[in-house]
Structures are given as C-alpha cells and as structure tokens.
C-alpha cells in the first residue's frame, strides 16, 4: 500500500498540488514531491534541510493559556506572541498583523542556525584562540618575572661594587694620611736626637775642661748655649675626622633604580563585528582601474624606501648615508645624515611624525627629533632590518642574528622590548634568514611580513600567531614573487610590492588575492598609504617616487 495514501485523505505536494509527496523541507515546512524536490533547492540563498516524509521532524505547538482546548497555530507580531483561532477571533488582537506560525518558525530557525553558525566559525574560535594566549602569556611569566630578578641581582652587585670601592678609597686616604703623620713625626724625633747628641758632647767637654785646670782651653772656650736656647719647633697636627653621612634610604632606592607599576587593563575586550558586518561591502571600494597621480624625483641613483609624513610630503631613503624629505613637486625640504655616516637599511614615520631609522653597520635604531639624531635601542649579537611604527607608537623591528642562522621580530615600547615573535605552536621558525623583510601593522592589528627569502607575506596576529601565509598568485606570473615592500589602508588591505613582476598585489584582511596594480610600474621597491588611502610607492631602478589612487575617494 502506498505510504502516503489512505483510504479517506491522499497527501499532495505543496507546490505543485498533484503529485504524491516524497520529502519534507524542515527549513519551510512544506511537503515536496520528487520532481519539485530540485525546483525548491534552487533558491540558493536559503539553507534547505530536505529529509523523506517519514523522518520529518514534529512540531510542537504550545497550548494556548487563554484556550486549554486550542493550539497556539498563529503569530501576533505587535504582541510578539504565539496565539491561537480563539485568540483572534475574540478581536483581542484586532488590527494587528498575524502571521503563519510555521513562518515565524522558519525564520526564527533561519536565524538560530546563523546564529550557531557564527558561534561554532567565528566566536568559540576567537574564544578558544584567546584562551591560548593566556595560557602563553602565563608560560613567559616565570621567564619573564625571572629577568627582572635577575637585573635586580645585577643592580645589587654592581651598587656593591661602588660600594667596596669606595670604602676602600676612604681606608686608602686615611692610610696615606697616617703615613704622612708617621712620617713627620719620624723628621721631628731626628732633629731633636740629633740635638741631643751635641749637647751631650758639649756637655762631656765642658767637665774634661773644668778638671784639667788648664789655661788654654779655658780662655779659648766659646758659649754655645744661646744656640740651643731655641728649642727645636714642634710640628702642630690635627688628625682628621670622619664623618659619616645618613644613610638616606629614599635617595639610595632612586639611585638603585625604579621598578615600573605592573598594569593590568580591566577595561571589556574588543566587540566583534557580527557575520554581517564583517562580510559588508568595504566603504571605500577597489577602483576598476587605478590610476597614476603624481610623479615624485628623488635624486638617488637607488631608491629603496619611502614613508608618508603626511599627504604631501615623504620621507625617502636610497644608495646612500642621506635621508629626504620631499614634497610633491619633488622639492627637498629636509635632509638628514645618519649618525654613522652609513647607508640606512630602513626607515619609518612615528605617529607623532618623527623619523626612525635602522642601522645595521653598528646594531641601533635611530630617532631623528627636530633634526637632532638620538640612539634609541642598541642591538647585541642582532642586526636591526626593518621597521614600522604601530597603531600604539610601539616600534616593530625585524633583525637577523650575527651568524645568520636566526631571524625573528621585536616589539618596542620606546626602548624596552614588549615582544618577540619568531616561532609558531610547533616550535618552527615563522622567517626565512633573509635580511629583507618589510613590515607592517594592520588596522585588525595583525602583523604582516613581507618575507623575501620565504617569497611569501607571513600574517600572524597581535599574539604572534600565524595566521596565514600567502605565497602569490599564480595568474599571469613570468617571475618568482620577490617582495619588497608592503602596506596597508584603512580597509585593512595588505598591497605588496611583487619587484621582479613590477605590480602591487592586493589582498584582503584574511589573504584572498582582490587584484593587481600595474600602471606601468619598474621594480616596486616599497610602499606607504597616506590616511586618504593614497598609495605611495617607491621605483629602484628609476629612483622616482609614484603616487596611485586605487579606492574610489566616495561611497
């Protein structure tokens, strides 16, 4: 006998009110037959769940509170409540909108399963990911906390030292003044024994003379005694003193050194954007065609980096020790020599619009303020490469070890180092040992890397956590991806420089490759956005800085 049929009622498909019905649609609640199974699932923006009729799913209506005998088989949308034939019949929701129940289930269900799905992909991850970090974060404490012992330790020895040195200084002084008291001393016994022997002789003569009785002697003798009337002088010396100076105990904890407050921010975490936000069209959309605005000539014979100051002017670096900053018009405003005298591997704007640059010839980072050059972070056994400044006025640096073999990136808050990100979870290197690894922070906070060595942009998160790698795209490519240089914009897109391919790769904030920038560009060799989202990119082999409009400038 045929499952669907009996002998008083026969079941027909919902759409087409003719055939027999096979499945049943738990997403719409309708009954479908075979052919209008295909006709339904069409509709591609709706999640259908098409099961055969005897698995469906039962719906449960509520009972109605006002009508014990009455299922609640309708919807009051001004009363935002179930309610049943009763309930409206007795014109208690006169003049409101009712609607099907099975309806507000459907997009209710539409809703609820949204709702787990951004739970499952996008929350519980962020959830789970955040909960790793603690955990990280909690395994540096021990290393971290045992630094500070350790620099407290050294501090110690090296008061210490200061100490002893100068308690041996204080007992070496009053041992030279002893000496000298000695010594004088000694000088005034000589004298006065010496003195004392000639009286004695004097003495001894004077008698022989007496009892002789002889003539001779006696009218010959002379007086001497007025010569020794004049006792010989007594040297005065005061000894010193010592005296000893309170021992201030506020004054020798300043001097042994301060310990910075530890902070802890109580402040709610970051919103998430919901599933909807996130996947909105960009407010400033991708030009179909970019366009080439301004040409700026630097006068190097090499370019290799240009930073925006601001919208019209940049600053540069190329083949030698001398740094420009230059307007549109490509007039030199500012120039600047490095401290050393030696080329500058990199350099970068701070948020405040100062100029930072590495050095790599003698390890530091540089600041130039008001024209004056200051050394702010000395390396030992690393070489600063590049940099950029972060969203917070930290300073991101990538460096290389001496012997070549490590690679890793430091964050600084001026010159205390905040973090270092070299590893992944698995304990392998993130960077290739290349030297050239431009950087940049994104508006998500990620931390992107252009690795030349790896031929790759390596994103991790503010944590240091990959993210992902992208390695190019395989359309249209003649030569290997080389990268020198990268960006971002307000958008959070990350441009590269693709140098060997002469084009801007434009990726989105996850690594999905948008498009490409041509507009007849020779050797890429770095880039900047200024904050209308103009990009800035720097030629090497023509030394000339280009200024492209890629975003629409209106919504």
Same mark, same amino acid.
């Given at each position: 006998?045929?499952?669907?049929?009996?002998?008083?009622?026969?079941?027909?498909?919902?759409?087409?009110?003719?055939?027999?019905?096979?499945?049943?649609?738990?997403?719409?609640?309708?009954?479908?037959? +075979?052919?209008?199974?295909?006709?339904?699932?069409?509709?591609?923006?709706?999640?259908?769940?098409?099961?055969?009729? *005897?698995?469906?799913?039962?719906?449960?209506?509520?009972?109605?509170?006002?009508?014990?005998?009455?299922?609640?088989?309708?919807?009051?949308?001004?009363?935002?409540?179930?309610?049943?034939?009763?309930?409206?019949?007795?014109?208690?929701?006169?003049?409101?909108?009712?609607?099907?129940?099975?309806?507000?289930?459907?997009?209710?269900? $539409?809703?609820?399963?949204?709702?787990?799905?951004?739970?499952?992909? =996008?929350?519980?991850?962020?959830?789970?990911?955040?909960?790793?970090?603690?955990?990280?974060?909690?395994?540096?404490?021990?290393?971290?906390?045992?630094?500070?012992?350790?620099?407290?330790?050294?501090?110690?020895?090296?008061?210490?030292?200061?100490?002893?040195?100068?308690?041996?200084? =204080?007992?070496?002084?009053?041992?030279?003044?002893?000496?000298?008291?000695?010594?004088?001393?000694?000088?005034?016994?000589?004298?006065?024994? +010496?003195?004392?022997?000639?009286?004695?002789?004097?003495?001894?003569?004077?008698?022989?003379?007496?009892?002789?009785?002889?003539?001779?002697?006696?009218?010959?003798?002379?007086?001497?005694?007025?010569?020794?009337?004049?006792?010989?002088?007594?040297?005065?010396?005061?000894?010193?003193?010592?005296?000893?100076?309170?021992?201030? *105990?506020?004054?020798?904890?300043?001097?042994?050194?301060?310990?910075? @407050?530890?902070?802890?921010?109580? $402040?709610?975490?970051?919103?998430? *954007?919901?599933?909807?936000?996130?996947?909105?069209?960009?407010? *400033?959309?991708?030009?179909?065609?970019?366009?080439?605005?301004?040409?700026?000539?630097?006068?190097?014979?090499?370019?290799?980096?240009?930073?925006?100051?601001?919208?019209?002017?940049?600053?540069?670096?190329?083949?030698?020790?001398?740094?420009?900053?230059?307007?549109?018009?490509?007039?030199?405003?500012?120039?600047?020599?490095?401290?050393?005298?030696?080329?500058?591997?990199?350099?970068?704007?701070?948020?405040?619009?100062?100029?930072?640059?590495?050095?790599?010839?003698?390890?530091?980072?540089?600041?130039?303020?008001?024209?004056?050059?200051?050394?702010?972070?000395?390396? +030992?056994?690393?070489? @600063?490469?590049?940099?950029?400044?972060?969203?917070?006025?930290?300073?991101?640096?990538?460096?290389?070890?001496?012997?070549?073999?490590?690679?890793?990136?430091?964050?600084?808050?001026?010159?205390?180092?905040?973090?270092?990100?070299?590893?992944?979870?698995?304990?392998?290197?993130?960077?290739?040992?290349?030297?050239?690894?431009?950087?940049?922070?994104? =508006?998500?906070?990620?931390?992107?890397?252009?690795?030349?060595?790896?031929?790759?942009?390596?994103?991790?998160? +503010?944590?240091?956590?990959?993210?992902? =790698?992208?390695?190019?795209? @395989?359309?249209?490519?003649?030569?290997?991806?080389?990268?020198?240089?990268?960006?971002?914009?307000?958008?959070?897109?990350?441009?590269?420089?693709?140098?060997?391919?002469?084009?801007?790769?434009?990726?989105?904030?996850?690594?999905?490759?948008?498009?490409?920038?041509?507009?007849?560009?020779?050797?890429?060799?770095?880039?900047?956005?200024?904050?209308?989202?103009?990009?800035?990119?720097?030629?090497?082999?023509?030394?000339?800085?280009?200024?492209?409009?890629?975003?629409?400038?209106?919504?």
């Amino acid at each position: 006998m045929d499952p669907f049929r009996r002998t008083d009622i026969i079941i027909l498909c919902d759409l087409c009110k003719t055939a027999h019905l096979q499945s049943h649609c738990e997403r719409c609640h309708i009954n479908l037959c +075979q052919t209008c199974v295909g006709k339904h699932l069409s509709d591609s923006s709706i999640r259908h769940t098409v099961v055969p009729y *005897k698995y469906r799913k039962y719906l449960n209506y509520s009972k109605c509170p006002d009508h014990a005998d009455e299922l609640c088989k309708h919807y009051c949308e001004k009363c935002d409540i179930p309610v049943c034939s009763d309930c409206i019949s007795s014109g208690k929701h006169g003049g409101h909108d009712i609607s099907n129940i099975l309806e507000k289930h459907s997009s209710q269900t $539409e809703s609820v399963q949204k709702d787990l799905e951004e739970l499952e992909t =996008r929350i519980y991850p962020r959830y789970e990911e955040m909960a790793s970090d603690v955990q990280t974060e909690k395994a540096k404490l021990e290393k971290e906390y045992g630094k500070l012992t350790t620099i407290a330790d050294q501090q110690g020895k090296i008061l210490h030292r200061e100490v002893t040195a100068i308690v041996n200084q =204080r007992k070496s002084d009053i041992q030279e003044m002893e000496n000298k008291h000695l010594s004088t001393l000694n000088k005034n016994t000589d004298e006065i024994t +010496q003195k004392i022997t000639e009286l004695k002789q004097i003495i001894s003569n004077l008698k022989s003379i007496l009892k002789s009785n002889d003539v001779s002697l006696t009218t010959t003798y002379k007086c001497r005694n007025s010569e020794f009337r004049t006792l010989p002088s007594k040297v005065p010396i005061t000894l010193p003193s010592f005296t000893p100076e309170k021992i201030n *105990k506020d004054q020798l904890n300043e001097m042994f050194g301060s310990l910075s @407050p530890l902070s802890i921010n109580t $402040e709610h975490g970051d919103t998430m *954007k919901s599933a909807e936000a996130v996947s909105s069209p960009p407010v *400033k959309p991708l030009l179909d065609e970019p366009r080439l605005a301004v040409t700026i000539k630097t006068g190097y014979i090499y370019l290799t980096s240009v930073s925006c100051l601001n919208e019209d002017q940049v600053w540069t670096r190329g083949d030698n020790e001398i740094m420009k900053l230059l307007n549109l018009q490509s007039k030199l405003l500012i120039s600047i020599k490095t401290k050393s005298g030696n080329r500058p591997w990199d350099i970068a704007v701070t948020r405040d619009g100062d100029l930072v640059y590495t050095d790599n010839h003698n390890d530091t980072v540089n600041l130039v303020k008001n024209k004056q050059i200051h050394t702010v972070i000395t390396l +030992q056994g690393w070489e @600063p490469r590049n940099l950029c400044s972060t969203a917070s006025d930290d300073l991101l640096v990538t460096m290389i070890s001496d012997d070549r073999e490590q690679s890793k990136i430091v964050r600084y808050s001026d010159s205390t180092e905040k973090q270092t990100i070299q590893f992944d979870d698995q304990g392998r290197a993130l960077y290739s040992c290349d030297p050239i690894k431009y950087i940049i922070e994104n =508006r998500n906070l990620d931390i992107c890397v252009a690795d030349n060595g790896a031929r790759a942009e390596v994103v991790v998160n +503010q944590s240091g956590k990959l993210r992902f =790698r992208y390695t190019g795209h @395989p359309s249209n490519t003649k030569q290997a991806f080389t990268l020198h240089g990268i960006a971002t914009d307000s958008q959070s897109h990350i441009l590269a420089a693709d140098c060997q391919n002469n084009r801007i790769h434009i990726l989105d904030q996850d690594g999905q490759f948008l498009r490409y920038i041509h507009c007849d560009l020779v050797t890429p060799h770095g880039l900047c956005v200024d904050i209308r989202d103009n990009l800035f990119l720097a030629e090497s082999d023509t030394a000339k800085v280009k200024k492209i409009q890629y975003l629409q400038t209106q919504c």
